[in-house]
């Protein structure tokens, strides 16, 4: 038995290299027949096909993980062996950063990918609402007291005015009275009118005096 000319056993493999296409005959023979059996490598020239390309990596940071509401973070990202990349499905360069300023908690993904397959990585902002300013401080009330006249003569009546603001109560001589209003007096003798007006920013007080003079003596009954 031969293969290509040359002698093999009767059962058995080889292993061969060929540098270019060539076919391989084997022949068995005896005495009175033979056989013959054929087989062609093919082989092909040329450039061996690269390697497949890696599966893409990514890596994706946040300067703050948590702001309040108004501040920003800066996002980093790394990637390598990516032919695409996107943040939150909008394109970025494969390396890079970006600072954000999001209104509410958000997480942020990246996505790298190649021909290979794709890589993400995410990262939260969370985001803390600003409290509200405190209220303002009631407004102190105010307060304005007047008198018709500032003397009278005993038995004459005198008529108080008075005004407020931011007030809720207020007394006149330590009695109740409206907010805002008038009032006639007669005093007998000289006297001080304080009015006090409260409300929830405080309270204050104004004062005004009434002189009162005695009448005059009748006139003399001519005799």
Same mark, same amino acid.
């Given at each position: 038995?031969?293969?290509?000319?040359?002698? !093999?056993?009767?059962?058995?493999?080889?292993? !061969?290299?060929?540098?270019? $296409?060539?076919?391989?005959?084997?022949? %068995?023979?005896?005495?009175?027949?033979?056989?013959?059996?054929?087989?062609?490598?093919?082989?092909?020239?040329?450039?061996?096909?690269?390697?497949?390309?890696?599966?893409?990596?990514?890596?994706?940071? %946040?300067?703050?993980?948590?702001?309040?509401?108004?501040?920003?973070?800066?996002?980093?990202?790394?990637?390598?062996?990516?032919?695409?990349?996107?943040?939150?499905?909008?394109?970025?360069?494969?390396?890079?950063?970006?600072?954000?300023?999001?209104?509410?908690?958000?997480?942020?993904?990246?996505?790298?990918?190649?021909?290979?397959?794709?890589? $993400?990585?995410?990262?939260?902002?969370?985001?803390?609402?600003?409290?509200?300013?405190?209220?303002?401080?009631?407004?102190?009330?105010?307060?304005?007291?007047? %008198?018709?006249?500032?003397?009278?003569?005993?038995?004459?009546?005198?008529?108080?005015?008075?005004?407020?603001?931011?007030?809720?109560?207020?007394?006149?001589?330590?009695? %109740?009275?409206? !907010?805002?209003?008038?009032?006639?007096?007669?005093?007998?003798?000289?006297?001080?009118?304080?009015?006090?007006?409260?409300?929830?920013?405080?309270?204050?007080?104004?004062? !005004?005096?009434? $002189?009162?003079?005695?009448?005059?003596?009748?006139?003399?009954?001519?005799?």
């Amino acid at each position: 038995m031969t293969l290509n000319g040359v002698a !093999v056993s009767s059962s058995g493999e080889k292993q !061969v290299s060929p540098s270019s $296409t060539t076919e391989y005959v084997l022949i %068995a023979k005896d005495s009175s027949h033979s056989v013959t059996s054929r087989v062609s490598v093919t082989v092909l020239n040329g450039t061996p096909a690269p390697p497949p390309a890696p599966v893409p990596s990514a890596n994706l940071t %946040a300067s703050s993980t948590s702001i309040t509401a108004g501040q920003s973070s800066t996002l980093s990202w790394t990637t390598t062996n990516a032919t695409s990349v996107t943040l939150n499905g909008n394109a970025v360069s494969t390396n890079g950063s970006q600072s954000v300023t999001p209104a509410s908690t958000t997480t942020y993904t990246l996505n790298a990918t190649n021909a290979a397959g794709s890589s $993400t990585s995410s990262v939260v902002v969370t985001v803390t609402p600003v409290a509200p300013p405190p209220p303002p401080p009631p407004a102190a009330p105010t307060a304005t007291l007047s %008198a018709s006249a500032a003397s009278i003569v005993s038995g004459q009546s005198v008529t108080l005015s008075w005004t407020t603001t931011n007030a809720t109560s207020a007394t006149l001589n330590g009695n %109740a009275i409206a !907010v805002n209003g008038s009032q006639a007096f007669s005093p007998t003798a000289n006297t001080t009118y304080t009015l006090m007006a409260s409300g929830a920013g405080g309270s204050i007080s104004k004062s !005004v005096s009434v $002189t009162v003079t005695a009448s005059p003596p009748p006139a003399p009954v001519p005799t």
